[in-house]
Antibody, heavy 116, light 110 residues
């Protein structure tokens, strides 16, 4: 069974940093693109970033470029999102997803709250 | 900046058929955008229904179908059930590795 478990969310002050992790199991992690999607409270889904199977290609939504960094460790079956210079508008539930041409298998999400 | 458009809300009667659409603020949606559809109920993670225009994700019943209608992608639900009452999101591939979600459609079954 495919499982994706996010962790690392929490309360952080504006300008602070946080590192999200996503532990994958039940599939060959190194064979799939992986994606982070977020959802602000009461709002819709927002595509944030994705990373190619071996990590050689990474893409970001404009609003997070230079502040959020996606990475992966295929030996540990793990996906990461390093979040720096956080802003109030980054407050959201962050989902990791195994990705195949829009066929996303979703984790349950982890909540990040940016507030003083 | 191109915006992905969806109806903010729609309603359908139990047993009825409803079509949700996914368009672009500028231009037409084609299969090259790999339109995909997701269902989300409050407090839950999204669930993939359709990807690459018309391929049903694993375990999705065949009363959910995807297509291109005119210049938009479409999700059609036939024989609507009470538990289809959810938020529905589409996503489009914009090229250069970038995907963009629509704003979502709140579907009411009444």
């Amino acid at each position: 069974e495919v499982q994706l478990v996010e962790s690392g969310g929490g309360l952080v002050q504006p300008g602070g940093s946080l590192r999200l992790s996503c532990a994958a199991s039940g599939f060959t992690f190194s064979s799939y693109w992986m994606t982070w999607v977020r959802q602000a409270p009461g709002k819709g889904l927002e595509w944030v970033a994705n990373i190619k199977e071996e990590g050689s290609e990474k893409y970001y939504v404009d609003s997070v470029k230079g502040r959020l960094t996606i990475s992966r460790d295929n030996a540990k079956n793990s996906l990461y999102l390093q979040m720096n210079s956080l802003r109030a508008e980054d407050t959201a539930v962050y989902y990791c997803a195994r990705t195949y041409y829009g066929d996303y298998h979703w984790g349950q999400g982890t909540l990040v709250t940016v507030s003083s | 900046q191109t915006v992905v458009t969806q109806e903010p809300s729609l309603s359908v009667s139990p047993g009825g058929t409803v079509t949700l659409t996914c368009g672009l603020s500028s231009g037409s949606v084609s299969t090259s955008y790999y339109p995909s559809w997701y269902q989300q109920t409050p407090g839950q993670a999204p669930r993939t229904l359709i990807y690459s225009t018309n391929t049903r994700s694993s375990g999705v019943p065949d009363r959910f179908s995807g297509s291109i209608l005119g210049n938009k992608a479409a999700l059609t639900i036939t024989g609507a059930q009470a538990d289809d009452e959810s938020d529905y999101y589409c996503v489009l591939y914009m090229g250069g590795g970038i995907w963009v979600f629509g704003g979502g459609t709140k579907l009411t079954v009444l």
